[in-house]
Structures are given as C-alpha cells and as structure tokens.
C-alpha cells in the first residue's frame, strides 16, 4: 500500500536505527502502581521506516460486533507471534535494545508485535487496556514505537480522574509498566484536525495482548 504523509524536518537518516536507551528515558509514576517513560524521537530514521512498513505489511481490516451491528475497525492491523519473522530488521533491533534495557525490571523478554496504522484523523482507538491474558491480572510492560504524523496517546485511570496527553509521533517510545495495563485505560481519539497516517508498533511479552 501506499501511504503519504508529511514527514519530520529534523529526521534524515535513510537507515532506520533505534538509539539508546539508557538515561534519555523519562519516567512517570501515576497512580494505582502504573508508571509511563518516555523517550522522543527514539527511532532515528522513522520516516523511511513509515514508509518502508507501509508498503511491506500485509495490513488487513478488520470488523467487530457491536451490539446489534457488524461495525468496521477504524483502523488496519497486523500482528507477528512470538515466532512469526518482524517485517523489517530495524523492529529485531528495537526488540533487542528494549529487552537490554527492561529485562531485568520486567524479568521477562518482549516476544511479539503488533502494529496499527491510523490512516487519518477518521481512525482511533476507543477506551482500553491490554488485559487479553495474563495484562489482566498481573503487572506487565507494553512498548509502543510511534512513526509517521503526530497523534494524541490520552490516558486515563479506570477508577475515574482527568486523563494526561501525550502527543507522540516520528520515532517517539512509549512504555506503559506496572499495573498500568489493569488500572489505566488508553485511547487514540479521532480527530477533525487535518494529519497524515501514523503507524504504532506495539511491543509486548509473550501471553499479554
């Protein structure tokens, strides 16, 4: 598939390629025993890994019952298992510089990917948390890599309160890590604001989705 989109001004390397970790992540403790780091513009050369995912995932639509209606998900999916082959070597060396740095803390390895592109502002992501699985009742980590256009990443906690903004995009990292997942729900809002596609390449342990 082809996607157009405007690409970040500062972002010129044609070979995509993960930097450090280390001291550049920002931790966030929230409540409950959740905590969110951040790390902006991780992934050096996101744009030419945009484009090179865009054109090379199998992308699939999806549909879901609601209710009483078949409803469209409003956005494109595709998921790699703990021993489906990632679709480009630069995901390979995001697994492998997150499991250097979080291994120890999760005391487990991230295994698979699952990736969604939001074409426009038309596509989101209601109110939800990784709780498919072992996320529902014990503390875990999910990684999600940002490329293409910038889009809000809201988050909320489930027992009620203001919810916080992230605007991520052009390599940006984001881990959400203790009972972030049981306690906290997250959502990519539609937006009427004109913005090109953005893909999340979401990284988690093994069993957790």
């Not at 980590?141 to 995009?169: C, F, K, N, Q, W």
Request: positive net charge; proline residues 7%.
């Amino acid at each position: 598939m082809s996607s157009a989109f405007q690409g970040s001004l500062l972002d010129c390397w044609d070979d995509p390629r993960p930097r450090a970790l280390g001291a550049s992540v920002r931790r966030t403790p929230l409540a409950h025993g959740a905590w969110i780091d951040l790390r902006r513009g991780w992934m050096a050369g996101a744009d030419a890994l945009f484009e090179r995912l865009a054109e090379t995932v199998p992308w699939r639509a999806e549909s879901r019952r609601m209710y009483d209606r078949v409803v469209d998900v409003p956005r494109l999916l595709a998921f790699y298992d703990v021993t489906d082959p990632l679709p480009d070597p630069s995901l390979d060396e995001a697994k492998d510089v997150l499991n250097a740095h979080y291994m120890d803390e999760l005391g487990e390895p991230f295994r698979t990917a699952g990736l969604c592109l939001y074409r426009d502002g038309r596509d989101s992501v209601a109110w939800h948390g990784d709780r498919i699985g072992r996320g529902r009742d014990h503390d875990t980590m999910v990684a999600i890599l940002s490329v293409g256009a910038t889009r809000a990443l809201h988050l909320r906690p489930r027992s009620g309160g203001p919810a916080l903004r992230y605007e991520l995009g052009h390599g940006d990292l984001i881990v959400m890590g203790g009972s972030c997942q049981r306690t906290w729900d997250h959502a990519i809002p539609k937006t009427a604001r004109p913005t090109g596609p953005r893909m999340s390449i979401q990284f988690r342990p093994r069993g957790v989705r």
